[in-house]
């Protein structure tokens, strides 16, 4: 206990005792972690709000569909909302909302532009609920019922078909014989959403309206759902997917599979990167300490003269490497910290916004500090760096006490 | 709007329907017409300019046509789209090339883009919406032309027609010749029109034998139909608007 | 054996590249306890190479060493440390203090790794600090001190915790001659008191005439003793 405390308060002094030089590492420990955890945050941040876009987005926690809707989202491959599979489903406790649609792949017309689009008949009090469209609608307003003859289109769509509000398009698509059904609309409302892509790829329609263009008699084409929490979504799948074979239930990670993807690349992309940041660290740490043996070869030599064990000069230079590593964590986490209350709501990354949009991404990307991502940067730089920290202390235990305290 | 195909070779037709001309009612007007065109069959042959401000493109064909919903139309010229063709039948278009030797049902996503280069979009070709249930007709004017009567109708779509316009103007002889039909966006701005700039009377009747679809912003762009040859109440095997018959050509 | 140190035909030969350096030639040399001893020569005649050795702070090239009977060549490193810190203080010709700890903390480093208690430390470092004269200095550090300052908290450093053996290295070298005797009256008056061996190494006459016993050094053999 005695050797410790001598150790540890000679480390501690040691380490302040070329206050510049220990600035310039520890600076560059500070740096690090705060690049570490800046950059998993919002990397963090950028899949979170993937996520949040795509359950948003439509996408819901989970979907029911005809199990061929996937394969072909056509008419036919719709099923009824009222069999006892769906309000079993629609019923478990664990669901929070959830809307049904009409989902169909249609083509818009205006008087100078076609583009297709996917039409979604939706009942407006539900639908508002769940995704994005709630909120999203700056020009008019929603759909008042399923029977609404409006139609609500995005911004995107609007520009690009050279229309707006109160005009009227036309819609067509498929009808349950497979004719071409079609029918004028009226835009009552215009939406914002986060994404280009979205605003120009659906438009919503009342549901009654819908069916009663298409031709289809209380069939829905998908059902999405909300849930108190996502953990529950898995369970809830599994347990669903299996009461009736002609229906799919599916999360939205197997409606997004590239998601998933993305977020084990980035995962991936995340460790190389935090390799990366720790080698430079590395570097600073070793060159530091060996520059300090170095410098205090006598002392060590000393310090064996008087009685002092190897192993403790091992550990009294591990130390300071430890204590550095230490005030650089707590200065890095803390500067990180500030660095993400800084930002408040996240990012505005609008600059890039078009390079983002193609990846399918907001413009304004939070921060999102996760417990592990926290763990995993300071255990990295910790355990690692301790690890570098161990070679300069075994150099300075090596040296022969002689030759150490001739060395002047 | 009327099934434009048959408006491009047929509006002649319109010319066989000599007996009510003189309703001053719009819509018993459109509604006569049609009527009496019912059961109809024909038989033409047909170029098409294409014209654009850096090319130009004629495609010579031969149609042939059954009443509202029916119609065949085949390339004849240039060599490279010989054999090539349309059919109609109802609201549905098929189309033939020979080159892939495939028939591609249009999908509706397809039905905006256009109609073999030109400047009418597959819809316009291939939609027959009724006429008279999707607007209202109005009377706007009579004027004379040539020593005939000229009725000048607006026909305004229903709310939940499936037609982009505005409005649409036309203009039809007495002898129902078709002299002109406009058609603006919502706003009441013209965005193209077909104008008829020769009349011809073939086996006894009155029709438009050259139309020119013009868009109204670029002057430059333009496609003309000129009818050469054309017959009434022909014969017309009954295989002939079949997806077979489009894929083999005679 | 009642000898604090023997020394049998050590021989120290320094390698340097092609040139081999004999430091030390079978040097052979019997301490026994409480002798005040002073190693003279001039520079480069072995003496700090000598004092090493004995210390075990190097090995000879051959021969051996004894410490109060143990064959230092045959213990560890560690074994090695422990013996120096129970058995031998040592001195040497500048830089003895470590810079971060203060004159008290110096004093009572050993005391602290050999596991003896605050309290303890406290009282031996405040009696040993008053002994060399340094009263009201405790908590300045070595920069802060003078070199014959330095060079006592040294000394006291190296007795306070009784070892049986002093090895200093020319510690009056960087001294001028009045603080140089002071400090030498001050071991002498340790080795009275405690009976601590010193081995002292000086080419300073002043020292070796004040020395209980003189041992000449010359290339690296012993030429003398009286
Ligand atoms: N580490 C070493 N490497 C090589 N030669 C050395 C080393 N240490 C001492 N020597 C040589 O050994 C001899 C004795 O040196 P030293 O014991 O330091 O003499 P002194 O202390 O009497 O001045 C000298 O010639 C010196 O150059
Ligand atoms: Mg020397």
Known sequence: ?408 | MSHRLLQIFSLWLFAGLSCSSQADNAQQLIRQAIDNYRGITSYSEATMTIHRPDWQRVIAMKAWTEGLDKSLVRITAPKKDKDSGSLLLDDNMWSYAPKINRVIKIPSSMSGQSWMGSDFSNNDIARADDIIDNYTHTLLETKNHNGHKLFIIQSVPHEDAPVVWGKEVLQIRDDHVLLEHAFYDQDGILIKKLTTSEIKTISGKTIATTQRMQKADKENEWTEFHSSVIKFNIIIPKNTFTLSNLRNPR | MNHVVQCEKVTKIFEQGLIKVNALTDVDLAIEKAEFICLSGPSGSGKSTLLNMIGGLDTPTSGEVYIDGEEIDELNKSELADLRLHKIGFVFQAYNLIPVLSAQENIEMVMQMQGVSKKERNEKSSAILEEVGLQGMEKRIPPELSGGQQQRVAVARAIVSRPSLVLADEPTANLDSVTANKLIDLMLQMNEIHKTTFIISTHDPMIMQRSKKLVKLHDGRIIDIT
């Open chain 1, 1 to 408: 206990m005695n050797s410790f405390l001598l150790i540890f308060s000679l480390a501690w002094r040691n380490l302040w005792r070329n206050k510049r030089r220990t600035l310039v590492i520890l600076l560059a420990i500070v740096l690090g972690v705060w690049a570490m955890i800046v950059t998993a945050a919002f990397m963090r941040g950028m899949i979170f709000q993937m996520l949040e876009d795509t359950v948003d987005n439509l996408a819901g926690h989970v979907q029911i569909h005809h199990s061929q809707y996937l394969d072909d989202p056509v008419i036919n491959n719709s099923f009824d909302p009222d069999s006892h599979t769906i309000s079993r489903i629609t019923h478990d406790p664990r669901v929070l909302m959830w809307s049904d649609r009409i989902r169909l792949p249609a083509v818009v017309l205006s008087e100078r532009e076609t583009t297709g689009i996917t039409m979604l008949g939706v009942n407006p009090a539900r639908e508002s609920k769940i995704s994005f469209i709630g909120k999203s609608v700056v020009e008019g307003r929603f759909l008042n019922s399923s029977s609404d003859t409006g139609i609500v289109i995005g911004q995107a769509l609007a520009d690009k078909l050279e229309t707006r509000l109160g005009k009227r398009i036309v819609l067509m698509s498929q009808d349950i014989n497979n004719e071409i059904a079609d029918r004028g609309f009226r835009i009552v409302g215009i939406y914002d959403a986060p994404l280009d892509p979205t605003e120009k790829a659906f438009v919503f329609v009342g549901k009654e309206t819908a069916a009663k263009m298409v031709g289809l008699k209380g069939a829905i084409s998908e059902i999405v759902l909300r849930l108190h929490d996502t953990d529950m979504v898995t369970p809830l799948v599994t347990e669903m997917d299996q009461l009736d074979h002609t229906i799919d239930v599916m999360s939205w990670l197997e409606v997004e599979p590239y998601l998933e993807l993305m977020i084990q690349m980035m995962d991936t992309s995340m460790f190389i990167w935090y390799l990366i940041v720790f080698l430079a660290m590395a570097f600073g740490i070793i060159n530091t300490l060996l520059m300090a043996v170095f410098e205090r070869t006598r002392e060590f030599g000393l310090f064996q003269a008087l009685g002092q064990k190897p192993r403790f000069i091992l550990f009294q230079v591990w130390l300071e490497a430890i204590l550095m590593i230490i005030v650089g964590l707590l200065a890095g986490n803390f500067l990180s910290w500030i660095s993400v209350m800084a930002t408040g709501d996240g990012i505005d990354v609008s600059v890039f916004a078009r390079g983002m949009e193609m990846i399918n991404m907001s413009n304004i990307i939070p921060f999102v500090i996760t417990f592990n991502d926290l763990m995993i940067a300071n255990i990295t730089v910790a355990v690692l760096g301790m690890l570098t920290g161990l070679y300069p202390a075994w150099r300075a235990s090596r040296l022969v006490p002689a030759d150490a305290i001739t060395r002047i």
